[in-house]
Nanobody
Framework: QVQLVESGGGLVQAGGSLRLSCAASGRFVSISGVGWYRQTPGKQRELVAQITSDGRTNYADSVKGRFTISRDTAKNTVSLQMSSLKPEDTAVYYC???????????????WGQGTQVTVSS
């Protein structure tokens, strides 16, 4: 199994910054794409940013220019640097990763437990 643990959430004023981290552990041989998603009550979970195994990135239009996703393959961590935060960025942020537990197994999607980000106006 693969465990994803997010950290770095908290309360910040509008215009401030936060850095989220997602650490992967457990029995896996490789991780491919990793994404950060967010969800607010009553709304669907939405993609914020994603990064492929070769470092290609993709961002939601609402965060382009403000958020940066990066990964440290050696440490099995993915970070999301969030700057110029707005109240509408308030949400629970989840890490998602595609991983496989052996070289012959299928890729499976795993989720972290989420971390709360609250941006006050």
């Amino acid at each position: 199994q693969v465990q994803l643990v997010e950290s770095g959430g908290g309360l910040v004023q509008a215009g401030g910054s936060l850095r989220l981290s997602c650490a992967a552990s457990g029995r896996f041989v490789s991780i491919s794409g990793v994404g950060w998603y967010r969800q607010t009550p009553g709304k669907q979970r939405e993609l914020v940013a994603q990064i492929t195994s070769d470092g290609r990135t993709n961002y939601a239009d609402s965060v382009k220019g403000r958020f940066t996703i990066s990964r440290d393959t050696a440490k099995n961590t993915v970070s999301l640097q969030m700057s110029s935060l707005k109240p509408e960025d308030t949400a629970v942020y989840y890490c998602n990763a595609d991983a496989r537990t052996s070289f012959t197994s299928r890729w499976s999607a795993y989720w972290g437990q989420g971390t709360q980000v609250t941006v006050s106006s």
